[in-house]
């Protein structure tokens, strides 16, 4: 009688697991494992023959199977126990390395591309420390000089017509609020003042350091994810500003918003359970500006898709909605000044401030971009040309050269319309409090 319960609890389990299939509702996106989920594929002949069809099922069973995310958390928590921890708050744990590998993006959005700027260099040694986690760096001085030559090269191709700012943020470890790591602090500090003192006229630096570490105490990065948080992006956007010579619009005139918890990239690597345990709470603060978004697609200006400046997410996607190859933002701010943004992931939190101070932000991602960055700024007028990108973007010959290359074709547009252009200077509008003020000295080279 017991050899028939077998076959019976079997053929139940599978019909069972089919229903749930069948009628349950599809994931586009696992956050436990911070990717996209399979999707039905479909049939071709092709695909029959050459029996990938019945792998791709079975790679859409294995995504949507029931509880999918509540057993990879069991699985990973299981590992981790059989491992052997010390009983402190402090530890090294080792991320394997990563290829430096970017690839074109044949889409418009990239919604949750966490693994973009792990393959810029978040490899080697990483410090969890009391559940948060920092990278075992500080970058490198030597390559301040590389990445202010291409800010060099876009500076005197536009000299008189666009101002162009180097604005990089530091690493999280520069705020490790333990003494015995303050030799990170002063890492970063170095490496950033390598590119500063590599800057030639008319190249303009933005001290985002300096003006992060005035705030050392407080909590300007995420402890679960690589990216800064929004009061980290706001001490650069105040950076930013100072180098322009613009009043930045104070946090607490912003509306502000406060997220569920939520465990980003950092998480995503380490898959520690005391991470787990320290998860992160996205805040928002929102100029009271009036915007309209679209995104483009990597080649073409054709066919804009509407997006937002802020999305209704727990986590770092909620600044532009996540990455896109180009993005262009107009706003009520009518002052006849126009801004373009290079950056990775980082740039999108500090992107977001900018509305306050322009009538149009074109933000362009390097890793997927394939617009013509110099026919962009000639084409619409833009007047600051701002490099808004995470350390880590700053300090590989790759990533330098990526952003040297969306202008290395010489434009016919700057040509034509270089003496309409040069020394066209539009005064910030004196409402809304954005009132023009002299740059710090120590910000212009």
């Not at 074109?104 to 810029?120: L, P, Q, R």
């Not at 100072?242 to 005139?253: R, V």
């Not at 016919?412 to 309409?420: C, E, Q, V």
Request: some cysteine; overall charge neutral.
């Amino acid at each position: 009688m017991n050899l028939r319960i077998y076959p019976i609890t079997l053929l139940c389990t599978a019909i069972g697991t089919s229903i749930f299939l069948c009628f349950s509702e599809k994931k586009e996106l696992s956050e436990t494992e911070k990717r996209t989920l399979a999707t039905w594929p479909e049939l071709t002949f092709d695909s029959y023959e050459s029996g990938t069809y019945f792998k791709q099922i079975t790679q859409y069973i294995n995504d949507h199977f029931p509880m999918r995310d509540q057993l990879v958390s069991m699985a990973q928590e299981i590992r981790y126990n059989l491992g052997i921890h010390p009983d402190f708050a402090e530890r090294v744990i080792i991320i394997p390395p990563a290829q430096e590998e970017f690839t074109n993006i044949s889409s418009d959005t990239i919604n949750k591309d966490y693994d973009a700027d792990f393959k810029e260099a978040y490899t080697g040694l990483m410090l969890i420390i009391n559940g948060r986690v920092y990278p075992r760096g500080s970058g490198s001085p030597k390559m301040g000089a590389p990445f202010a030559a291409m800010i060099n090269q876009y500076a005197n191709q536009l000299s008189g017509i666009c101002n162009v700012y180097s604005c990089v943020a530091p690493l999280s470890s520069a705020f490790i609020p333990i003494e015995k790591y303050a030799f990170y602090n002063s890492g970063n500090r170095e490496t950033l003042n390598a590119i500063r003192t590599s800057l030639t006229s008319p190249s303009r630096f933005c001290d985002v350091f300096g003006e992060m570490d005035k705030h050392f105490g407080e909590t300007m990065f995420y402890g679960t994810d690589h990216h800064w948080n929004a009061r980290g992006a706001y001490y650069g956007y105040v950076a930013f500003c100072k180098a322009a010579g613009i009043n930045p619009i104070p946090l607490e005139s912003m509306i502000y918003e406060r997220k569920k918890p939520f465990l980003g990239s950092l998480y995503d690597l380490t898959k520690d359970p005391e991470v787990a345990a320290h998860p992160d709470t996205a805040e928002i603060f929102m100029p009271r500006i009036e915007t309209k978004a679209y995104r483009y697609s990597p080649n073409s200006l054709s066919a804009p898709k509407a997006t937002s400046v802020f999305c209704n997410i727990n986590n770092y996607t909620a600044f532009l909605c996540g990455d896109a190859p180009l993005i262009r933002i107009t706003t009520n701010v009518k002052n006849g000044r126009k801004a373009a943004v290079v950056k990775n992931s980082m740039g999108n939190a500090f992107s977001v401030y900018l509305i306050s101070h322009y009538e149009e932000i074109w933000v362009v991602d390097f890793r997927y971009s394939g617009h013509n960055l110099i026919e962009l700024i000639a084409n619409n007028s833009i007047n600051d040309l701002i490099f808004g990108v995470g350390m880590y973007a700053a300090m590989s010959h790759g990533t330098i050269a990526m952003m040297r290359n969306l202008g290395k074709n010489h434009s016919p547009a700057l040509s034509a319309k270089k003496d309409s252009l040069r020394v066209k200077t539009i005064p910030f509008d004196s409402t809304n409090s954005l009132q023009i003020k002299k740059p710090t000295s120590d910000s212009i080279h």
